[in-house]
């Protein structure tokens, strides 16, 4: 490969990583879970191109499949989480087919997004749900992981791969604790996934070691699949609510 077409990847991929970053950090100030999850599908994009230059790089189709799940993920999860939101059980002669249109709904998950979010909750805390705040914390919390990564690695071939990863991690961790409801608790827990998927494809260079982090990175989806297609419904169900203070509820 030429040195001209080594430097247009090397721009690419930095590109995507920044990327990356900028829709973590939208993702943990916006307080609609909307647009928390359209902060998520455009950051699966840029990954997935992040998989493509990297297939193309080391002329390697494994990455292309990455790429192509991951597309696939950017199509189906705003309907995951509607099936999530959309917990009414099955009707009595209702046939399958029409109890999961109903399931999927995004139109009528939507509704109930909005009615859910902080701004509409009459005993939010302001300050928390101000989206300064939360972006200043993100923002600082990425600043820490560029400090980080220049004590841990500071020659590191691939740095800026390895602060981004850091900063997704410590940023979805973020967006889990400051979440008002389970959906953007899980929003926060899909972005460290991405972090992990950034450490994998930038940061290691060892094919063994590589692919043993790639198996470990899809039972991490699988865990969070589960999460989503399986508890958190029925975690709703239950509690009738997707806020978090009130699945106390569950305990008493």
Request: aromatic share 8%; with cysteine; charged share 15%.
């Amino acid at each position: 490969m030429s040195i001209t077409n080594i430097n247009l990847i090397n721009i690419g991929t930095d590109i995507v990583v920044v990327c990356a970053i900028a829709t973590a950090l939208y993702n943990a100030s916006t307080r609609r879970l909307q647009g928390k999850i359209n902060g998520y599908r455009l950051q699966i994009l840029a990954l997935a191109l992040l998989a493509v230059i990297k297939g193309i790089q080391q002329a390697d189709l494994w990455f292309l499949g990455v790429a192509f799940i991951l597309i696939i993920q950017f199509i189906i999860i705003e309907r995951l989480v509607a099936g999530v939101t959309n917990v009414e059980p099955r009707r009595p002669g209702q046939s399958f087919r029409s109890f999961l249109g109903e399931r999927l709904d995004i139109v009528k998950a939507r509704s109930v997004w909005l009615e859910t979010s902080p701004e509409n909750r009459a005993n939010a805390n302001i300050v928390r749900a101000n989206p300064l705040t939360p972006l200043t914390i993100s923002g600082a919390l990425v600043i820490g992981a560029y400090f980080v990564a220049s004590q841990v690695a500071p020659r590191a071939e691939n740095f800026n791969g390895l602060v981004a990863s850091l900063a997704l991690l410590l940023v979805g961790l973020f967006i889990m604790i400051n979440a008002y409801d389970t959906l953007a608790q899980m929003m926060g827990l899909l972005v460290m996934e991405n972090g992990l998927f950034l450490a994998a494809v930038i940061v290691i260079n060892d094919a063994n070691l590589l692919l043993a982090f790639l198996v470990s990175m899809f039972a991490w989806y699988l865990l969070t699949l589960i999460i989503l297609v399986l508890f958190l419904p029925r975690l709703r169900q239950s509690s009738r609510s997707i806020y978090i203070e009130d699945q106390k509820t569950l305990k008493e």
